[in-house]
Structure formats: C-alpha cells, structure tokens
C-alpha cells in the first residue's frame, strides 16, 4: 500500500514513529511537512496524493492551521482516498474530517503499531480517480510567485496566469499584504506584458485598503506606497509613527507560521512592529541632511490583536494559545467554556475603545450550519488584554 501521510512541523516525530510503524508493514510511505521546500514542491505534492492507496493526516493545532496541509487532506478528499486521521494531541475531530476513520496513538499504547494496522485495514479500497480531474488546488504558500518574480524575464502567459491567481488569492485576508506586494512588483517590471500593466493600474490604484500589518482596520494606500493617514473604530486620522515600508514586504516571503501556538505567531508580528518603530528618520532641509533616530516605546498587545488570537486558537482547538490570552479565572477551563460546542468562529468587530472593552465574533455551529452571534468581554491583566467568559 502506498501511503501519503500529511503532519505540521511540530509533529515530526510522531511522523517518524509513523513511518517506521507503516513501512513494518511492507508500506511504502511519502511525508509532506505542509512547507515548500522548492518551486516544485506543490506538484510533488498533489503528484503523491494522486499515486497514493491512503492519506494519513496528523491532527493537531498546527495542522489545521497549515494552509499546505489543509490543502492536502482537502485535495485527498476530492480525489476521493481514504483518510485516516491520527490524533497528535487530545482534541475533538473538525467537522471537515469527522467523517474519516481516527487513530490515537496514545490511546493505543504500547499496542500502538497493531492497533495503526488494523485502522488501515478497516479503510475502503481507494476507487479510480475521478476523470476528469479536479482542477488541483492552488500553491498554498506564495514562494513560486517571489521565486518568479526574481527571473530576469518572464513570458506574457504566465503573467496573465499570475495575475489571475493573485487576484484570486487576494479573496484571503490573511494573504492580502503579500499578495499587495506581489502585485506592486510585477507592475514595476519593465516586461510587464500589455493588459496586465492595464489591471495592475487598477488593482493598485490609490485608496483605502486594509492596513497590511494589522495595526489599523484601513490604511490609505497612494498609488505608490503606503501613508500614515489611518481608518480605526469609525474614525479617520493620520498616526503619528514611521509609516510601513513601501509595497516590499520580504517577510512574507516565509511560509504562514506553523509554531507551537497563534501567540507565537502574533509575537513575530510585534517583533516586526518594534523593528519599525525603531526605523531612521533621515531629514533634508536647507540642503543639509540631518539624521535623527526615533525611538518608540513597545506596545502592549491590542485589544484586537487579543481577539484574533482568541479566535484563531478556538478555531484550531490551541489549548495553549487560549490559555494565553484567558483570563485568570477561565485559564483553567478553556475546554468547558471556549471549546466545547463544535463552533467555528468569525471575528466581526472590536470596540476596544469603550470603558468595558468587548469583541463580537459570529459563531458558527458546524453541525447544523446555524450561526449566532457573541460578545466577549476584554479585561486587563499585569498590563495584557484578556478574555473572559460571556
């Protein structure tokens, strides 16, 4: 049997335990970390997921937050395999795959290599595939399209492709800024094809978009590059800090980030953000160039950076990254009070500016598709925003 088994990076080495288990078997195994590792590392990718008998997903926060292994399993499902799904942690099963046959390794204990034989002998045969073949998904990080932009030259078709996709991609918001930015590249080539010059002038013309670091709800975009005129909480104003850097944005060039919880994730952020504010002014005036530095003090996590972190952990079960942003007196009970139910969540507004601070989020059940909608209430702790129960 050929086997395609899909894990977070995190998860590596119950993978390792997996495929030593697996080719015990006389299996013959693929692994795929959900990261680009090269130009064709997709192709590779959905080649072996096609060839394969059985997909094996490792379940975990970090999987489910991994566009490159959500993108697997997804396609393994359209293809129609069998998928076993192999708990990494203890956590319910997504709506998504709660249809696929389980496997938990701890449960099974010492038994743990009879008990992953006999979960592969109960999945059904894989069928034919289906003809003809779904249209494969798109390339779930934006490597290749940097990578091409870095040719010297590049054909008008694959332009026309490019800006196809990219306009597609632009649909994800957590995409948006790096896709921005794709897109303020190509139409700074000097071989920008005719028609695509056209679309990109309109794409990038001058507005309100979202703020690409997430600061603001909206930030005023020139044409040309980003201003410090800024759109928050029903009002307008141009905040008084560096602006952010023109359309580049070469840390998005790494692959969405994959570590141990969502606030890890959000720390990069205010990494990034404590490098900006540190950034040198430089001054001409009177044809003397004068150099200052400025320097701004660090700030707290936002209230809505607290809430999106809430959501993001609720939505892939992060014990972890929920107790980090849970007050102290749900901290030990996330699970009863945040994650039971089966709800998927969609943050819809932050009213930190009131004297009780507040989020709402719409709450979909992924059982019946029924969506209600909650606030949750945003408290301060040893100076951090935290949230409580309703």
Sequence with gaps: MQVFVSHAEPERDLA??????????????????????GPTWWDGVLRRIQRCDAVIFVLSPDSLRSPGCMASVR????????VLTVRAHPMAVPAELVDT?????VVAGADRARALRMALLSLPPAPHLPDPLPRPPL????????????????????QHAMLAELRQRM????????????LAQLRGRSDVAPGVAEELEKMLAPGWRPDPEGRVERRYW?????????????????????????????????????GTSAVAGAASRIDRRKLLAGAVALVLAAGVVVGSVLFFREEPVSPIRTARVFVDAVNVQDTKALAGVT????????DQVFLAGGFRLTLESVD????????????????????????????QEDGEWRVCSL
């Design 222 to 258: 020139d044409g040309q590059a980003w201003t410090t005129l800024v759109r928050h909480d029903g009002r307008e104003f141009n905040e008084r800090r560096v602006p952010p850097p023109d359309a580049s944005w070469p840390s998005q060039r790494i692959p969405a980030v994959t």
């Design 75 to 82: 396609y393994a499902r359209q293809l129609r395999r069998p």
């Design 16 to 37: 390792a335990k997996l495929r030593a288990d697996l080719a015990g078997m006389g299996n013959q195994v693929a692994f795929d970390r959900g990261v680009s590792t």
């Design 101 to 105: 046959e389980v496997f938990d390794p």
């Design 352 to 379: 930190g500016e009131s004297d009780r601070p507040t989020f709402t989020v719409l709450a979909t059940d992924m059982s019946t598709g029924g969506v209600d909608r909650r606030t949750f209430p945003l408290i």
């Design 327 to 334: 007050c102290a007196s749900d901290k030990n009970r996330t």
């Design 171 to 182: 649909r994800d918001q957590s995409e948006q800024a790096a896709v921005w930015s794709l």
């Design 139 to 158: 390339v779930p990080y934006l490597d290749a399209y940097f990578e091409l932009l870095d040719q010297p030259s590049i054909e008008r078709a694959e």
